[in-house]
Every structure is written in C-alpha cells, then in structure tokens.
C-alpha cells in the first residue's frame, strides 16, 4: 500500500509539472539556460523563460518587439497596439489596457506577459501577477531617457539586445535633431492637449501627463500646465488659459474641433480665433516609444505654422 501510494504521489508530481510546462509555467527541456531573472520596474524579481507566447499590453511595447523583428512570438495586443498596423490585424485583441481582463489575456496561454506600468485596472494587474504566468510591468515614464531605458530592457527581456542598441542609436541621432530644431525654432507657443470634450467642456491635459511631456519636447509650452492631470475646463477658464493652438488626437480630432469651434469662448482665446487646432495620431503622439522624437519634431512644425495662413 505504501508502495502505492508513493507512486501516486509521484505520479500526481509529474503529471501537474506536465501541465505547467504545457501551459508556459515552467521551461520545456532545453529551455533552462535561457531562463532569466529580471528586476521589473515595480522591482519586483521576475524568473521569465525563452518566451513564445507574448501577451503586450501597451503600444510601446508591442512597437518596439515588432521592431526587434520578434512579432511571430507576440500572440495578443491591446488596443493602443496600433503601430505598425498590422498588429491589429495580425494579434488577438485584449481590449484597451486601462481595462484589460485578466481572464481574457490568460485564455491565450501566454508563457510571458509584458505590461506598461499603468495598465489596469489594478485588480485585473493583481490577477495576472497571481496566476503563475510571469508579468512584466515596464516603466511608462513621458522621457528621452525612459524611451531608450524601456528599449534597451524589452531587448534584454526577448534576447534581442544587439537590435536593441542600433534602435537606442536612431532614437538618440533623432532626438539631437530634435533639439536643433528647436534651437533654430525659439517659437514657445502655447499649447492645449484636449483628451475629448464631456458636455461641451474640453478636458484638457495639465502636469504629469503624456501630452504636457511632448508638448516640452517639441519646444512649447503647455497651457495647462498649472493644473495636475486631465482636467475639465469651464468657458471661463479655458478663455484665461490663453491657448495659442489647440492639440487633439486624430481619433476624435473632427469632433473635438467641431464642438470647440462653436463654443463662444473658445471664440475669444488666440486659438480660436486664428481656428488653430491640430491633431496627430493618438499612440505616436503619446506612446513614447521608438517613433516619439520624430513624432516630436513633426509635432513643432504643425505647432509652428498653426493658424498662419498657407
């Protein structure tokens, strides 16, 4: 009898190690030496295997391991995955990664999971970190530095890090040009972000946020700087905010600038006036991944020529 039992023990042992292996918990054979430890940016130690089965949740994320030439071991992406374009087409859907559902990413089988930093909600980030599937949380600071930090640590994470120092080298060489250009170009307008409009109310991006970052870069200032966040803004206070151009993202562009065009006191701030409001696609524009310093540049000379005429 004890005979039997132990072999049931030992039996039980190797079938649950099967079904790890089968659902990416553990190596397969051959794997052990490419397992590796990494320190997450919530510092968090993560052992991660050879991974085949990515789940991405951020654009950044998804951008850059296509840049890596790694798609084929991306099996799902969120909906900020938007570049290149094909990732939408090619990869499962996840939904929008401020709201992603732990179930949904785990039906995939994911044997890595890489997640921004502020992906939610923090329940569903909680759930995933829980499930035995190693997470990866990436650092989503709005910074040069933390573009080429993310970069070099996705290349280390997909063992691409050759591919990761020549993307590091383009992302730097554009930021140099970047910054010439905005010594040759003393321009310091005053720009508004608007997210969207909530009963004919824009809400507009102040401090610490994505849009106030790349709004600096591209040498101007941002108008709502003296708020904290997303915000909305009242007639009165968007007529003292003063914008000389309005920005929006392409996705809701049209009517965003619709309603702001009919509100009076739009009407009365530089922008409205001159109608200067420009919009550029939402991810380029706020992801801060490998395409921002060009997104940034391009970004100054709408700003620049904004409400002049053609």
Same mark, same amino acid.
């Given at each position: 009898?004890?005979?039997?039992?132990?072999?049931?023990?030992?039996?039980?042992?190797?079938?649950?190690?099967?079904?790890?292996?089968?659902?990416?918990?553990?190596?397969?054979?051959?794997?052990?030496?490419?397992?590796?430890?990494?320190?997450?940016?919530?510092?968090?130690?993560?052992?991660?295997?050879?991974?085949?089965?990515?789940?991405?949740?951020?654009?950044?994320?998804?951008?850059?391991?296509?840049?890596? *030439?790694?798609?084929?071991?991306?099996?799902?992406?969120?909906?900020?995955?938007?570049?290149?374009?094909?990732?939408?087409?090619?990869?499962?859907?996840?939904?929008?990664?401020?709201?992603?559902?732990?179930?949904?990413?785990?039906?995939?089988?994911?044997?890595?999971?890489?997640?921004?930093?502020?992906?939610?909600?923090?329940?569903?980030?909680?759930?995933?970190?829980?499930?035995?599937?190693?997470?990866?949380?990436?650092?989503?600071?709005?910074?040069?530095?933390?573009?080429? !930090?993310?970069?070099?640590?996705?290349?280390?994470?997909? !063992?691409?890090?050759?591919?990761?120092?020549?993307?590091?080298?383009?992302?730097?060489?554009?930021?140099?040009?970047?910054?010439?250009? *905005?010594?040759?170009?003393?321009?310091?307008?005053?720009?508004?972000?608007?997210?969207?409009?909530?009963?004919?109310?824009?809400?507009?991006?102040?401090?610490?946020?994505?849009?106030?970052?790349?709004?600096?870069?591209?040498?101007?200032?941002?108008?709502?700087?003296?708020?904290?966040?997303?915000?909305?803004?009242?007639?009165?206070?968007?007529?003292?905010?003063?914008?000389?151009?309005?920005?929006?993202?392409?996705?809701?562009?049209?009517?965003? *600038?619709?309603?702001?065009?009919?509100?009076?006191?739009?009407?009365?701030?530089?922008?409205?006036?001159?109608?200067?409001?420009?919009?550029?696609?939402?991810?380029?524009?706020?992801?801060?991944?490998?395409?921002?310093?060009?997104?940034?540049?391009?970004?100054?000379?709408?700003?620049?020529?904004? !409400?002049?005429?053609?």
């Amino acid at each position: 009898m004890k005979q039997d039992s132990a072999l049931s023990r030992r039996w039980l042992g190797l079938s649950l190690i099967a079904m790890s292996v089968t659902a990416g918990l553990l190596p397969k054979t051959g794997e052990a030496a490419s397992v590796r430890t990494i320190t997450d940016c919530r510092g968090r130690r993560v052992v991660i295997p050879a991974a085949q089965r990515i789940a991405c949740i951020g654009g950044t994320i998804t951008e850059t391991l296509y840049a890596f *030439r790694r798609s084929r071991n991306i099996i799902g992406v969120d909906l900020t995955s938007t570049w290149p374009e094909q990732a939408q087409r090619e990869k499962k859907n996840l939904g929008y990664m401020r709201a992603i559902s732990a179930e949904g990413v785990l039906s995939l089988r994911p044997d890595l999971i890489l997640a921004m930093n502020d992906s939610g909600p923090a329940a569903a980030m909680d759930q995933l970190a829980a499930s035995g599937v190693p997470v990866v949380f990436v650092d989503a600071t709005h910074s040069p530095e933390a573009i080429e !930090g993310r970069t070099r640590f996705l290349a280390e994470i997909v !063992g691409a890090e050759a591919a990761g120092e020549h993307l590091c080298t383009t992302i730097s060489d554009q930021f140099q040009k970047l910054a010439l250009w *905005r010594d040759a170009h003393p321009q310091r307008r005053r720009v508004l972000f608007v997210m969207r409009m909530t009963n004919n109310r824009p809400m507009a991006a102040g401090a610490g946020t994505a849009a106030d970052a790349v709004i600096g870069l591209a040498g101007a200032i941002n108008a709502g700087a003296a708020m904290q966040g997303y915000k909305i803004v009242d007639q009165e206070n968007l007529v003292a905010l003063c914008p000389d151009v309005i920005l929006t993202m392409q996705q809701s562009g049209d009517a965003i *600038r619709d309603e702001l065009l009919a509100d009076p006191g739009f009407q009365l701030t530089p922008a409205g006036k001159k109608r200067a409001i420009i919009a550029m696609e939402g991810e380029r524009l706020l992801g801060f991944g490998p395409r921002t310093p060009q997104a940034a540049l391009d970004l100054a000379r709408l700003i620049e020529t904004a !409400g002049h005429p053609a």
